[in-house]
Nanobody, 135 residues
Framework: QLQLVESGGGLVQPGGSLTLSCAAS????????IGWFRQAPGKEREGVSC????????NYADSVKGRFTISRDNAKNTVYLQMNSLKPEDTAVYYC????????????????????????????WGQGTQVTVSS
C-alpha cells in the first residue's frame, strides 16, 4: 500500500523557518513527482510546490516563491519542503501527495493546470502536519 507520512510541522514566529519532510513507505518515490499542498481553516486545499521524480523540475505557488524550497533525496525515499521567512498566512495543515497517472511518464512530472497544481492529479495523501506561524 502506498503511504506518505509528513513530519516537521510546529509553531514558529513570523520570519522563522521550518523544514517539512514527506517520507514514503510501501513504494519507491523514484518514479513519482511529489506535491505539497496546504489547507487553512475554512479554505480550499491549495497547491504549494511540486518536484519531478528526479528533481530536475520544480514549481511553486506565487505566494511562496523565493521563500520555500522543495527538494528530494530518493535514496532516503523522502521529499522536503524548506520554508523560510514564514508569515501568519502560511498557517495551515500541510500535505504531501504523489502524482497519479496510468503512465510512468505522467507520474514523473508535475502538471500545472491554469497556473496551479490540481489536487485531482495527486493521490496517496499523507495525514498532514500542522504549521502555525504566530507571535
Amino acid at each position: 500500500q502506498l503511504q506518505l507520512v509528513e513530519s516537521g510541522g510546529g509553531l514558529v514566529q513570523p520570519g522563522g523557518s521550518l523544514t517539512l519532510s514527506c517520507a514514503a513507505s510501501g513504494f519507491t518515490l523514484d518514479y513519482y513527482a511529489i506535491g505539497w499542498f496546504r489547507q487553512a481553516p475554512g479554505k480550499e486545499r491549495e497547491g504549494v510546490s511540486c518536484i519531478s521524480s528526479r528533481g530536475g523540475s520544480t514549481n511553486y505557488a506565487d505566494s511562496v516563491k523565493g521563500r520555500f524550497t522543495i527538494s528530494r533525496d530518493n535514496a532516503k525515499n523522502t521529499v522536503y519542503l524548506q520554508m523560510n521567512s514564514l508569515k501568519p498566512e502560511d498557517t495551515a495543515v500541510y500535505y504531501c501527495a504523489a502524482r497519479t497517472g496510468v503512465f510512468t511518464s505522467v507520474r514523473e512530472m508535475c502538471t500545472i493546470r491554469q497556473g496551479a497544481l490540481y489536487r485531482g492529479d495527486f493521490g496517496s495523501w499523507g495525514q498532514g502536519t500542522q504549521v502555525t506561524v504566530s507571535s
